[in-house]
């Protein structure tokens, strides 16, 4: 890979992190969806056909009243086969013959750290560095980007931009004087998000994912519905330092903390 491809390479990492910051400060504020609305049909034109014996002309009866439902509500035993359509190469965005591994060698490791560290210091108008410095704002952007992580499955984790977020957040703290364990590198972009289960939970910040002694059942580490880690308000929202701590050391110890 070239100079110039190294620059095209990482010229994208500020504008993605950005988009990937605001995505998360409203994300922090999740409150419970409204259902999504159902989609009516236009009400049909008035005919000038004679009145039927209800008093109504046949063509312009309303079709506003009749709401599309899924075949799952008829038959919601039936068997689903979209996870084997998952990662299809339809809807595979690189080449049939693309080998992640053999141009992520090519890559000029060195390089890209050098452009990040140009990155860092260099203050965007439209998004002022905090003391000329967006190091704080890429490390965060990498913790979250490995905070849904869980240990007892392997699910979770970043699914896309991981080789350059990760190492984004290296190359933030290294600037700042520390040491980091390095960066192995090599992860492949996951295009779709898998089947994945996230919680028994039919709407966000519910809290149905605990056994009688308050830790959370199974593989999940995220403590309610919608979170990422725990409720920065307490636990269910109540500012309980000690409940809080628990849900701590629960959460992040199933994030392999």
């Known amino acids: ?7 095209v390479f990482t010229k994208s990492i500020l504008a993605t992190v950005m988009v990937f910051a605001a995505s998360a400060s409203r994300a922090h504020s999740a409150e419970e969806r409204p259902a999504p609305k159902t989609v009516k049909r236009q009400t049909a034109p008035t005919s000038n056909k004679p009145a039927t014996a209800a008093g109504k002309s046949i063509a312009s009866e309303s079709f506003a009243d009749r709401k599309t439902i899924s075949n799952q509500f008829w038959w919601p035993e039936r068997l689903d086969l979209s996870p084997l359509r998952l990662f299809g ?3 595979d965005p690189m080449d049939k013959d693309f080998d992640y591994a053999r141009e ?3 890559l000029d490791l060195n390089a890209v750290k050098q452009d990040i560290a140009k990155v860092l210091t260099t203050s965007q108008d439209w998004w002022p560095a905090d003391y000329g410095h967006y190091g704080p704002l890429f490390i965060r952007m990498a913790w979250h ?3 849904t992580y869980r240990l007892l499955d392997g699910r979770g984790g970043a ?6 977020m990760v190492p984004t957040g290296n190359v933030s703290l290294e600037s700042m004087r520390f040491k980091t364990y390095g960066f192995p590198g090599g992860r492949r972009d996951a ?11 039919k709407k966000f910040l519910a809290d149905d994912r605990r ?3 308050g830790k959370i059942k199974g593989p999940m580490a995220a403590v309610q519905m919608g979170l990422i880690y725990v409720n920065p308000e307490g636990p269910n929202g109540k500012p309980d330092p ?3 701590a628990k849900d701590i050391r629960d959460a992040f110890g199933k994030m392999g903390m």
């Not at 295009?191 to 939970?201: C, I, L, N």
């Open 104 to 106: 992520f060698a090519k």
């Open 159 to 164: 699914l896309s931009w991981a080789d350059l």
């Open 191 to 201: 295009w779709e998000a898998d089947m994945v289960f996230w919680g028994p939970e």
């Open 89 to 91: 190469s339809e809807s």
């Open 211 to 213: 056994d009688k002694d």
């Open 1 to 7: 890979m070239t100079g110039k491809d190294n620059i």
């Open 145 to 147: 980007s490995v905070g």
């Open 242 to 244: 000690l409940l809080a």
